[in-house]
């Protein structure tokens, strides 16, 4: 079948050798699912999130015209927390511990969670758990962001209302054992609420007010709001536009697109076309740093010893994809 030949041709590099591994089938789409008939379940609003949400993007909009009397310092700090939290979600939740697409060790998962924490997206041990149910049954009523509900649906509306119970139910039976395994995750769950208090609020704003000076709103509606709204707006252009608009030189048969701008955005997660395709590939593109520091950061961590392991798809088994499923779109440059 498709996935078993996909599968024999996994690699994950070790030393410049590649050593043949199963891959996880958690992320693996599931083909056979089919929906339930009948009338879909009422939509129920969560007025809590829409206010919140509301009131963030007002802030972030306000964060905007403060940046003329930041200082440049300031500026630089806001680029740095959004790197950070960037990271905490592509090299952490996502390329680590959704798809287990390569190993870390422990300092550098404290680090992964710390700044997973940052990002404030929900506890790694949900955000994992929601995304491989979205792999597994993409673009149906078991995934949490189904494009088929629409751009806006995809981007934010599914925060603001309750899960279909068919998400629910699918994500009930995965294997998820592999994060209740992991101590870091376990215990950022535990600490949730306080870290993002600490970590995605406090830390941004108190950093440029302690030591250059900056007046507190400055700090807390740039690096502090702004950023938060900048990556969670990033994030979910992966899952609206990215399923919408470009590219399927891989698989024409589904949603997911390969998209620059959201490649450039989402620091090298908009080659979503690629991923969808082979969700192990620790770099979710076949283009190395092209448009993905992501991937640059992965490789220094490997560089450094505190990651190992990368899963990679080997040339013949991309080809074979192209040639069967692609949208004949398929270019190297
Ligand atoms: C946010 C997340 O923004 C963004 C994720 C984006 C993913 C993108 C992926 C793209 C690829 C990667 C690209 C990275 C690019 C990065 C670029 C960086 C520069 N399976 O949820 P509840 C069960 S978050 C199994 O409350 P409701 C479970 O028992 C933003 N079971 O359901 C659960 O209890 P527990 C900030 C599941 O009531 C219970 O149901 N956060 C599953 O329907 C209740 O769950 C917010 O705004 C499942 N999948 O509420 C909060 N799901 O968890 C938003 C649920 O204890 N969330 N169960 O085990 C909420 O308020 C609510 O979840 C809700 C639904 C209202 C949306
Ligand atoms: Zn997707
Ligand atoms: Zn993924």
Redesign the pocket.
């Known amino acids: 079948s498709e996935t078993e030949t996909v599968t024999q041709h996994v690699g994950k590099q070790q030393n410049g050798h590649s050593v043949a591994e199963p891959p996880m089938e958690e992320?693996v789409f599931d083909d056979t699912y089919k929906e339930k008939d009948g009338p879909k379940p009422p939509i129920k609003l969560v007025w809590k999130n829409i206010i919140s949400m509301s009131l963030l993007h007002i802030s972030a909009l306000y964060g905007l015209i403060l940046i003329p009397s930041a200082s440049v310092l300031t500026l630089a700090w806001t680029v740095l927390c959004y790197l950070i939290s960037g990271l905490g979600i592509t090299a952490g939740v996502?390329r680590l511990w959704?798809?287990r697409s390569y190993k870390a060790s422990l300092p550098l998962r404290v680090f992964l969670a710390f700044a997973n924490s940052m990002a404030f997206q929900n506890d790694i041990y949900e955000w994992a758990r929601d995304?491989r149910v979205?792999?597994k049954y993409s673009e149906t009523d078991a995934d949490p962001h189904n494009v088929k509900r629409g751009f806006f649906f995809a981007h934010v509306g599914w925060l603001l209302v309750r899960k279909h119970p068919e998400v629910t139910a699918k994500g009930q039976k995965l294997e998820l054992s592999d994060l209740k395994a992991d101590k870091v995750v376990m215990f950022q769950r535990r600490h949730y609420k306080l870290s993002v208090v600490t970590i995605c609020f406090l830390l941004p704003t108190l950093v440029p007010w302690y030591f250059w000076g900056e007046s507190l709103d400055v700090a807390f509606f740039i690096p502090g709001l702004m950023r938060y709204a900048m990556v969670l707006n990033a994030t979910w252009l992966v899952n609206s536009a990215a399923h919408i608009w470009g590219n399927r030189p891989y698989d024409k048969t589904i949603y997911p697109r390969e998209n620059r701008m959201v490649a450039f955005s989402a620091m090298g997660e908009g080659f979503h076309n690629y991923?969808?395709a082979f969700?192990f590939d620790y770099s979710?593109s076949e283009f190395g740093w092209k448009l993905n520091p992501t991937s640059a950061f992965i490789d220094l961590m490997c560089f450094l010893g505190l990651a190992k392991d990368r899963k990679t798809v080997s040339k013949e088994t991309i080809n074979a994809h192209i040639k069967r499923r692609g949208d004949g779109s398929y270019t190297t440059s």
Request: hydrophobic content about 0%; glycine content about 0%; proline content about 9%.
């Open positions: 992320d996502h959704s798809h995304h979205h792999h991923h969808h969700p979710t």
